[in-house]
């Protein structure tokens, strides 16, 4: 049994293990493609079944901003599909206190509900993930 | 141990492409395993047959497709990514080929340990 | 002369720099993720103030409106178009982009 | 008053390339005129004829290539630069041409501002 | 785990926020750029020489010394080759490249 | 008259126009290019008989460090070049003070003889420049 992800066929071994996944996004969105495609990754993650988590943190916390619009710099604006994650499964979006802080902004800035964590905490989290992804 | 390596900014701009060459070589060195280099954002750029560095210089690009040949390594270019940068089959150097982003989390899982070099 | 910065100030050196070298007289424009400079209520907002005092300091709307910052920059910034920073490129003899 | 551009970042990775071409656009409405935009560094990757970005995404290089041919604007990919990064003129887009960077001094003399864009 | 830093301490936030990540236990090796991390007498060593204490610290030496900085590595961080940097990467469950 | 200088043939209308050229060095080398392609902008920039001025901050000082071997990352040293810069008539080359103090080096450091400014000298003469060029 195969099923097609991405283009891929997903080899016999890959079914039935599940690794902890970290994605790390501490860029600001726009100025760099980091964000955007760091997001691509995510949504083609989404159909492999794994245990995904995704924090923000540093300027990353930019990339949850609301009230993004892209027409005048003729980008597209993709903060939208950080509220298609749910549909997608993935539901454990973590930023850090401190990041929000320094920024001057509070959760009801972001998209998205995401639990704020401590850099403390944070740093429990990453330490137990068995991939981290950042970009 | 089998390693995953993604590779995600192009070649001569930034180091990492050069890191990720020298880890991937140690790695072999060391008795390990590659299962697979994955070359994502500005990565793809490493696939470009149409390079032409100067003789004094490291070929980055050929020295990829040599690593390949030489220890049957899976070089994958993301498709998105190289779309975006202008990477075809027809201008893709030998030994890579490319593919689509499950193949980086496909890596994630069957590999042992993903590292990744970026700016 | 004029000065360009395109980098966040939470993660590059680039506008502190910039804040340093900047004389009397002279202008900032913020643009790309430099615009983050330009707001109000963070942990670099009180630098930038200060400098205000000597420098015009100016940020690229559209980059602004494109994050999300739309409410949020500091009062004393002047928002420009790129018609505005075409215009303060040609108003001033030099510019350096603190890349 | 006449501009000189140096684009020293390639297309879509960093923002410098959009805020350069909007800048471009910006000194033709303002009546002035463009003495010539020089791409250097990763920006020698504007000019690669093989990109396809996404549909709903904006086409950074046709887009030179257009205001190339409407305004008649010099666009120079340094040769240096494009054979390192594999950009020749087999896959070098409309509006383009490679010469040395040269060009880039002869733009600083030339014009009565350059601005650099890049990283 | 294994932290890695490939930015100058100068230019970037990420060494100092990979210290503050790095827990009691876990290793940080700096490669690229981000050896000048490693060195005596600048304005970083002090934070650097602190976190030792609680976290081991490497350095990649072919970074050191294309950048000839061969004799100028702080006391106790541990020089290693690619070879070197291989072996951190098995002896530790998992790697963040602060990017 | 024209005379070819990187592929180029120098319009009639540059000859005797002499402008202040600044090249603005920030960035260390081998982490990224810059530092080696600007070193390329410069040598083509001599050919044209302008005023050429190079700076060194941050971390652009490092461009400058005595012992540079590159051997083992396979990347060519190019620090030599800027010591036959002078043979190329480019002479003047500072280097900020506090930069170089905060990486803990000093002018026996480096492998050329430079002009040692304090950061707001250095702001003077960025300011006095017609094109300013940094990478």
Redesign the interface.
């Known amino acids: 049994m195969s099923e097609t992800t991405g283009g891929v066929e997903m080899d016999e071994d890959v079914s039935g293990v599940i690794k902890k996944f970290l994605y790390v996004n501490r860029?600001?969105?726009?100025?760099?493609i980091y964000a955007l495609e760091s997001l691509e990754v995510v949504l083609i993650a989404a159909a492999f079944d794994q245990d995904v988590s995704l924090v923000f943190l540093?300027?990353g916390v930019?990339q949850l901003?609301?009230?993004?619009?892209?027409k005048?710099?003729d980008?597209k604006?993709f903060?939208p599909t950080y509220r298609a994650l749910e549909g997608y499964d993935i539901e454990k979006l973590y930023v850090e206190k401190e990041s929000l802080e320094?920024?001057?902004l509070t959760a009801e800035d972001l998209i998205v509900p995401v639990t704020l964590l401590p850099a403390a905490e944070m740093a429990e989290l990453m330490d137990g993930q068995d991939i981290v992804l950042s970009f | 141990m089998k390693f995953g390596i993604m590779v995600n900014e192009g070649p001569y701009t930034h180091e990492a492409s050069d890191t990720a060459y020298l880890f991937a070589k140690a790695v072999l060195e060391k008795g390990h395993q590659i299962h697979r280099i994955f070359f994502y954002h500005d990565g793809v750029n490493n696939s470009t047959r149409l390079t032409e560095p100067p003789q004094d210089d490291r070929n980055i690009v050929t020295r990829w497709s040599k690593l390949a040949a030489e220890h049957q390594i899976d070089l994958v270019v993301c498709v998105a990514a190289a779309l975006r940068r202008g990477i075809r089959d027809e201008n893709l150097a030998e030994g890579f080929r490319i593919s689509g982003l499950g193949q980086l989390i496909e890596s994630g899982i069957q590999a042992d340990r993903l590292v990744v070099f970026g700016d | 002369?004029l000065h360009t910065v395109?980098?966040?100030p939470?993660?590059?050196?680039s506008l502190e720099?910039c804040l340093?070298?900047?004389?009397k007289g002279?202008a900032i424009l913020l643009?790309?993720?430099g615009v983050?400079g330009a707001?109000?209520?963070?942990?670099v907002?009180d630098k930038v103030k200060k400098a205000m005092k000597n420098v015009s300091i100016y940020a690229l709307?559209?980059?602004i409106?494109?994050?999300?910052?739309?409410d949020?920059a500091i009062d004393g910034i002047r928002l420009v178009?790129?018609?505005g920073?075409?215009?303060l490129?040609?108003e001033h003899?030099?510019?350096?982009?603190?890349?």
Chains 1, 6 share one sequence.
């Open positions: 860029k600001a969105p726009y100025g760099t540093d300027d930019y901003a609301k009230g993004q619009h892209t005048t710099i980008v604006n903060s320094a920024r001057g | 002369m395109n980098k966040s939470f993660e590059r050196n720099r340093q070298y900047a004389k002279s643009i790309e993720d983050y707001l109000k209520g963070t942990a907002t709307y559209p980059d409106e494109a994050r999300g910052m739309q949020k178009d790129y018609g920073f075409v215009d490129v040609a003899r030099n510019v350096h982009s603190w890349l």
